[in-house]
């Protein structure tokens, strides 16, 4: 056999496997998309109040609300949560109130439930 024709023979088997590769990266891609989604938009993230204090908050520009120290808030990413130490609602809790994708970022396992313990420190529930 000449050189060109072993050296055509050699690669066929590596040109079969790239395309092999080429048709699983196309086939995963819309997989791995899906798995980005977030799981919490539906039910919402549910936030318990860890600080042993009782919180007041305001949801999207709503009237100022009791949050009881051990109580769950539930905050969907169209919501806009504030929560104040005072009960008329004028000092803030958090000096960065955290959005909705602060609190999905905290929760590691998915399971939509973190928690605001003493000095506003956020972790996972």
Not at 18 to 26: P, R
Not at 42 to 55: A, H, M, S, V, W
Not at 82 to 93: A, G, M, N, Q, S
Not at 111 to 123: K, T
Request: glycine content about 4%.
């Amino acid at each position: 056999m000449s050189p060109l024709t072993l050296f055509i023979v050699k690669r066929s088997p590596f040109q079969k496997m790239l395309h092999v590769l080429i048709a699983m990266t196309f086939t995963l891609s819309p997989l791995l998309a899906l798995a980005e989604e977030d799981p919490c938009q539906g039910t919402g993230i549910f936030i318990g109040n860890q600080t042993g204090l009782e919180l007041w908050y305001t949801r999207n520009g709503g009237d100022c609300t009791i949050w009881v120290h051990h109580h769950i808030l539930i905050i969907k990413p169209e919501d806009k949560l504030i929560v104040f130490r005072d009960l008329i609602c004028k000092t803030e809790y958090c000096p960065n109130n955290p959005t909705y994708q602060v609190y999905k970022s905290l929760d590691a396992n998915q399971n939509c439930r973190v928690r605001i313990l003493p000095q506003c420190a956020l972790s996972d529930m």
